[in-house]
């Protein structure tokens, strides 16, 4: 796909206020399941009235407040109220313990919290945890659900004008990585406080890349506490759109809603696609998805047979990326040159990609090594951990960046991924990637979702193991793992296969599509304690 026709002028201004002003009726958010829609005035005087409670609380430029909520419509009050006050904001993952999410809001410094009711089982207690956060407020609250320590979002914000600060200027998220491979690390870039009237270039670059205009209703299916669904969402905003949200992800209502609201750009992770191809004919072939132009997908490594049925079925819409909440750097490709180049996640289109030896010397192409962002500066720190940001610099060469993934370059610069550096498996010397093993087997009829890893081996160090999910209604069966053996062996090196296999009831992956990998290796390392972080 050509990048859109759409392209603001430098002295275009896409923000909030702009389009609230214009098109005050205009739906800036609609609530899939429930319906729930909040124009663009009201979510302009609703954010207001946060940004106003948060001044007279005593919180001023700079400062850090977090957000715990589900998918829900308050979810981008407060974003917009953080972002037109100059604060920091964390989103907080909805699947922690009290104790993980209780972790984050302190670390970053948090001077005030909102969760929504949705998930007072979490908020319950966060309070004795936190005596550094000073206000609580919990949505959709009533008389019979208040959580002590908390007070009722509605009515604090409703004490408070709905007018804009006498001096807005744009604040930032600060997100944490996912915890995959050890406790989240804050992701810190400095603010630049530059004023709310004026556009932010990352909005009007999603714009030119993507197409996004005042008719882009964007379907996100999604928890809003990632850094994909939350960027994107307020971009298309930014830009005048409406962000349909799904309150949860489902195979069969996302494609109802691609249908009923005229969806013209969506955004995934691979393992919903698998889900969706996993239908049957019925329901895929039981809605009309005409209107949709543009479907983003990011996260991980998309199986190539997967991402092939995907666009036979959809059309060539689907639109790759690699990058990182860090910001060292990205990708893209479209469907016509993934067609051309199938597995890689595209070109570089910002920083000079690089692909090391363990010595930081580059390697040729088709070599696999780790992958390394040239910029000119730094352009992250993780917060209050100054021994972790020195570790995502090469030790070797300045101003070269990695969070840890592994691949290689083509002769045309393409980049492929092979998988995380930390997720390698090193038998009897041998270099083996989880990623292309886990994409054979999810080829499999009867595989929902699958997790590989290396596992203890006396003669090797590590084995290969293979920990499958079924799809429903499938049982699992000595037969049926022989099968899956037998399989990876006709697809794949011999040595690359696994030589176990073991059934579990659901692989644990958030709907962000992030493996807890390390949940399931731990517990064959005989580390029985593991939680998420």
């Not at 604060?87 to 005030?112: F, K, M, P, Q």
């Not at 010397?361 to 352009?379: A, F, H, N, Q, S």
């Not at 709907?511 to 972080?533: F, N």
Request: glycine content about 8%; charged content about 20%.
């Amino acid at each position: 796909m050509a990048a859109a026709a759409f392209s603001p002028s430098p002295g275009e201004n896409m923000t909030l206020s702009t389009h609230a002003a214009a098109r005050p009726d205009h739906p800036a958010v609609l609530m899939v399941g429930s319906g729930a829609q909040v124009s663009f005035g009201e979510l302009e005087q609703r954010s207001c009235r946060l940004a106003r409670f948060w001044q007279e609380a005593g919180l001023q430029r700079g400062d850090h407040v977090a957000v715990l909520m589900d998918n829900n419509p308050r979810y981008y009050d407060v974003v917009w109220a953080a972002l037109r006050s100059g604060l920091y904001l964390t989103t907080v993952n909805r699947y922690l313990t009290t104790e993980e999410a209780s972790y984050i809001v302190d670390n970053c410094g948090a001077r005030s919290l909102v969760v929504s009711a949705a998930l007072a089982e979490i908020a319950v207690g966060m309070p004795a945890l936190l005596p550094s956060c000073e206000t609580f407020l919990l949505t959709d609250s009533t008389d019979g659900n208040m959580i002590p320590g908390f007070e009722s979002y509605e009515t604090a914000v409703a004490a408070c004008a709905p007018d804009p600060l006498d001096e807005e200027v744009w604040g930032t998220f600060m997100l944490y990585s996912s915890g995959t491979t050890g406790r989240p690390k804050g992701i810190y870039h400095p603010a630049t406080f530059r004023p709310f009237s004026q556009s932010l270039p990352m909005h009007k670059r999603l714009a030119a890349i993507y197409g996004l205009t005042e008719d882009t209703i964007y379907l996100s299916p999604a928890p809003l506490y990632h850094s994909a669904p939350i960027g994107y969402s307020t971009g298309v905003q930014a830009c005048g759109g409406t962000v349909a949200v799904m309150e949860k992800f489902d195979p069969v209502e996302v494609l109802r809603a691609i249908d009923t609201y005229w969806v013209t750009h969506s955004q995934w992770v691979p393992t919903m696609f698998v889900r969706m191809l996993k239908l049957p004919e019925t329901d895929r072939s039981a809605f009309h998805l005409s209107t949709h132009k543009v479907a983003i997908h990011a996260a991980a490594p998309c199986p190539i047979d997967v991402k092939r049925r995907m666009i036979e079925w959809w059309g060539p819409i689907l639109v790759e990326y690699w990058g990182a909440t860090e910001g060292i750097g990205s990708t893209y490709i479209n469907s016509e040159d993934w067609l051309q180049h199938p597995g890689s996640v595209g070109k570089a289109s910002a920083g000079i990609l690089h692909i090391c030896d363990e010595e930081g010397e580059d390697l040729p192409p088709g070599e696999v090594g780790t992958l390394y962002v040239e910029l000119p500066r730094r352009p992250f720190s993780y917060y209050g951990d100054e021994e972790k940001t020195r570790g995502s610099t090469h030790l070797v060469k300045e101003n070269y960046f990695t969070v840890g993934d592994m691949g290689y370059l083509d002769e045309e610069g393409y980049l492929y991924l092979t998988d995380r550096k930390s997720f390698m498996i090193i038998s009897g010397g041998v270099n083996i990637y989880p990623q292309e093993i886990e994409n054979v087997l999810i080829s499999h009829p009867s595989v929902e979702d699958v997790a590989v890893f290396g596992v203890p081996n006396e003669d090797f160090g590590e084995e290969v193991k293979a920990v499958v999910q079924l799809v429903a209604e499938t049982d699992p069966s000595d037969t049926l793992a022989h099968e899956l053996l037998s399989f990876t062996r006709d697809n794949l090196a011999h040595y690359k296969c696994p030589r176990s296999v073991d059934f579990i009831e659901e692989i644990p992956r958030l709907p962000t599509g992030k493996l807890y990998k390390r949940l399931l290796r731990d517990k064959y390392w005989g580390k029985h304690q593991t939680r998420i972080v």
